[in-house]
């Protein structure tokens, strides 16, 4: 079974610019969630994706978006790149069981560098 | 504050020694699961623990969870140098509903030293 697949794995972009990641997530798995990693703030939660809908958005800017097509892929799009937004963006997938959030799978990351 | 605080931030063993990290956090959850993140790269999933457990084992790996202290210890024995990562504790949160948001804390670098 193929696991997720993120692309690009590295960018370089200026301030101004926008850009567009994408996670392919493992067959059957229906939830796509993102993470931003920084040094300076860890991991911190973007937003997650469940049949093309965004069930929950974390604390970012509206600079940040996503969307979810009907095969589950995702992609998230950051505009008005800042300097601050260098970071390893981590995609995660998962196939829900009840209320509890289980394990998640982990793609390589997409490294983006704001010069 | 982060939800899930790692103690401590940074650990060096020797190959064969017995690794133990620990993980506190602030409110009532469903689960806490751990990952390792080797540098750069995705995180991978060791282990989850449920709120109505106490311990679980899995190879080298065990964990024990403690609600009353809101706190979590994983210990890796007989460490090798592959071992070598960053170690993440990830709560999910009670009452959050099934929408796979996990919240991590900042992570512990383990150094086995060959």
């Known amino acids: 079974k193929a696991g997720v697949t993120q692309t690009p794995r590295y960018l370089i972009k200026t301030r101004g610019q926008q850009v567009t990641l994408s996670c392919s997530p493992i067959s059957g798995h229906r939830s796509v969630s993102w993470y931003q990693q920084t040094p300076g703030q860890g991991l911190q939660f973007l937003f997650e994706?469940?049949?093309?809908?965004?069930?929950n958005k974390g604390n970012f800017p509206g600079r940040f978006s996503g969307r979810q097509f009907s095969n589950s892929r995702s992609e998230m799009n950051v505009s008005t790149l800042e300097l601050g937004d260098s970071a390893l963006y981590l995609c995660?997938?998962?196939?829900?069981?009840?209320?509890?959030?289980?394990?998640?799978?982990f793609g390589e990351g997409s490294r983006l560098t704001v010069l | 504050s982060q939800q899930g605080e790692e103690d401590p931030q940074a650990l060096s063993i020797q190959e064969g020694e017995n690794a133990t990290m620990n993980c506190s956090y602030k409110?009532?959850?469903?689960?806490l699961q751990w990952y390792r993140q080797n540098s750069g790269r995705g995180l991978v999933h060791l282990i989850l623990i449920r709120s109505n457990e106490r311990e679980k084992h899995s190879g080298r790996l065990r964990v024990t969870l403690d609600t009353s202290k809101k706190s979590s210890s994983l210990l890796i024995t007989a460490s090798r140098a592959a071992d070598t990562a960053s170690y993440f504790c990830?709560?999910?949160?009670f009452g959050a509903g099934a929408n796979s948001k996990l919240t991590f804390g900042k992570g512990i670098t383990l150094s086995v030293r060959p």
């Open positions: 994706y469940f049949s093309e809908t965004q069930r």
């Open positions: 990830a709560t999910d949160l």
């Open positions: 995660a997938s998962t196939r829900p069981k009840g209320a509890d959030t289980g394990e998640l799978f």
């Open positions: 409110t009532s959850i469903n689960n």
